[in-house]
């Protein structure tokens, strides 16, 4: 059961446009959200995060979008740059006293061309 | 300061063995959280660790072990592995509470390859 799903497995964008990664998730009980970027033989790194009570976060680059009626969320990526290429992974997380956990989707595959 | 630390890097089994994989979390950090990696599944959380205590658990069969040691290293081993084993196992850190609410810091991982 994927409660977290990134429906598209790769994704190719020019350099200098927006790249926008989707996610969706199925437990209402998600109430904080977090992208990571992953680099082949690297560990994934947290890029940016986004609390349940937020519609919107941006950080530079990076703007990731809540739609909670949808239980949809999105990364968008402006300009997007050829370092961007890598894998990009949704996580969602459900407070639970005082321990929680990731869960991931299958990651989205971005490739930024020149 | 230093990264978060795996080893070893690479492992080959075979089917029925058991393997132990190691991480050094980040200088002052306690929770310690182990993912399985695999092309189709994603990044599958399997437990993590606070204060030498397993906080919470993921979904996988008790094959799967962990702990953690007062300096906060945190070992997690796999018995009688199977081919379906074969993964990318990452170790990520955080200062303490909830690691949703912190940035958690990943391991370049230990790909483990089961023949």
């Known amino acids: 059961d994927q409660q977290v799903k990134q429906n598209s497995p790769s994704l190719s964008v020019q350099e200098g446009r927006i790249s926008i990664l989707n996610c969706d998730y199925t437990?209402?009980?998600?109430?904080?959200f977090l992208w990571y970027k992953k680099y082949p033989a690297e560990g994934p790194t947290f890029l940016i995060s986004?609390?349940?009570?937020?519609d919107k976060n941006e950080d530079g680059r990076f703007t990731v979008f809540l739609n909670k009626s949808a239980k949809h969320l999105s990364l968008h990526i402006v300009p997007s740059q050829p370092g961007d290429s890598a894998v990009y992974f949704c996580a969602a997380s459900a407070r639970a006293g005082t321990a929680s956990k990731l869960t991931f989707g299958t990651g989205t595959r971005l490739q930024v061309t020149l | 300061k230093a990264g978060v630390t795996q080893t070893p890097r690479y492992l080959i089994k075979t089917r029925g063995q058991q393997v132990t994989l190691s991480c050094s979390p980040i200088?002052?950090?306690?929770?310690v959280s182990w993912y399985q990696q695999t092309p189709g599944q994603g990044l599958q959380f399997l437990f993590e660790y606070f204060s030498e205590t397993q906080r919470n658990k993921g979904n996988f069969p008790g094959r799967f072990s962990g702990r953690q040691f007062s300096n906060s290293r945190s070992e997690m081993n796999v018995s009688t592995l199977e081919l379906g084993d074969s993964a990318l196992y990452l170790c990520a850190s955080s200062l303490e509470g909830p690691p949703v609410r912190n940035e958690q810091f990943f391991g370049p991982g230990t790909r483990l390859t089961v023949l």
């Open positions: 986004i609390s349940s009570i937020k």
């Open positions: 437990n209402s009980m998600f109430d904080y």
């Open positions: 200088s002052g950090h306690r929770s």
